[in-house]
C-alpha cells in the first residue's frame, strides 16, 4: 500500500498494474514532449521581432498538424487497446470469486467450493489491531492464492457499488441484476487495500476491501479452516 503522503500510483502488485502504469508513463511522456513543443514555440513567437503576412497557402504546414496529431493518437491508442483486450480476456481461471456489494458491506462467495461465503466489514477504529490501517481493515480478508488467475464476478444486492484495488490495477462496478467480470493475478503474497469507488450512500466510503495473496499452501489451509 502506498504511504499516505506519496503522491502518484501504489506500487504495482499485478501484472495488469505493471502495464497500466508502463501505459501511463508513455502517455506523461508525449504529453510532456507536446508540452514542450508549444512552450517553445510560444516563446519564439514572443521574443521575436520577425513578422511574415504572407503565408495565408500554407499548406504543407497545415498537412504536417492535421497528420502529426493523428499518429502521436495511433501512438497512445495502440497500448491502450493491448491494454484493455488483457484486462478483459478470462482464461482458465484457477480460482472463482463473486463479490456481491451491500449498504455498506462486502460479501463474497468461493464459487469452486462448497458453502464458502463470508461477509467483510469495515474494522471501527477501537478495534483495529495494532499497526492496522484505519478505515482500510476488515474482519474477514479476501484471500487468494499468488500467482495465480481469479476470477472476479462482481454484482451489488441495493444500489450501484464499485470494487475497487488500486494496486491490483482492478476497478470493476456492482450494478444490481448486473453480473460484471474482471481478473486479477497477484504477483507477490501480500496486503492489498481498496475501496467502494462508487458514491452509492452516505457510508460508502466506510466498505474496505482487503485481498490477502497468500502462498498456495497457505491458501488451502485457509479454505479448509473456513469450510469447517
Keep these: 500500500m502506498a504511504h499516505p503522503a506519496q503522491l502518484g500510483f501504489q506500487d504495482a502488485a499485478s501484472p495488469i498494474m505493471e502495464e497500466l502504469l508502463h501505459l501511463h508513463d508513455h502517455a ?12 517553445y514555440i510560444i516563446t519564439l513567437l514572443i521574443t521575436t ?9 500554407a499548406q ?14 495511433v501512438l497512445i491508442a495502440l497500448p491502450s487497446l493491448r491494454i484493455l483486450y488483457m484486462m478483459d480476456e478470462v482464461s482458465n481461471p484457477h480460482l472463482t470469486i463473486k463479490a456481491i456489494g451491500h449498504q455498506w458491506y462486502w460479501s463474497y462467495e468461493y464459487t469452486d467450493y462448497d458453502n464458502l461465503t463470508f461477509d467483510a466489514y469495515m474494522v471501527q477504529t477501537p478495534d483495529l489491531p495494532l499497526g492496522g490501517p484505519r478505515l482500510l481493515e476488515v474482519d474477514h480478508h479476501t484471500v487468494v492464492p499468488a500467482d495465480s488467475p481469479t476470477r472476479m464476478l462482481i454484482s451489488a444486492e441495493d444500489v450501484l457499488h464499485s470494487w475497487a484495488v488500486p494496486a491490483l490495477g482492478v476497478k470493476t462496478d456492482a450494478i444490481p441484476g448486473r453480473l460484471n467480470q474482471t481478473t486479477l493475478t497477484t ?3 501480500g496486503l492489498f487495500y481498496g475501496q467502494c469507488s462508487e ?3 452516505a457510508n460508502h466510503s466506510f466498505m474496505p476491501i482487503v ?8 491458501f488451502e489451509t485457509w479454505s479448509a479452516t473456513m469450510l469447517l
Design 28 to 39: 506523461m511522456m508525449v504529453v510532456f514532449l507536446i508540452s514542450a513543443f508549444v512552450l
Design 60 to 73: 504543407m504546414v497545415e498537412t504536417v498538424w492535421t497528420i502529426l496529431p493523428a499518429v502521436i493518437l
Design 211 to 218: 485481498i490477502e495473496s497468500t502462498t498456495l499452501g497457505a
Design 199 to 201: 458514491i452509492c450512500g
Design 49 to 57: 521581432t520577425l513578422s511574415h503576412t504572407g503565408t495565408m497557402n
Design 187 to 189: 504477483s507477490r503474497p
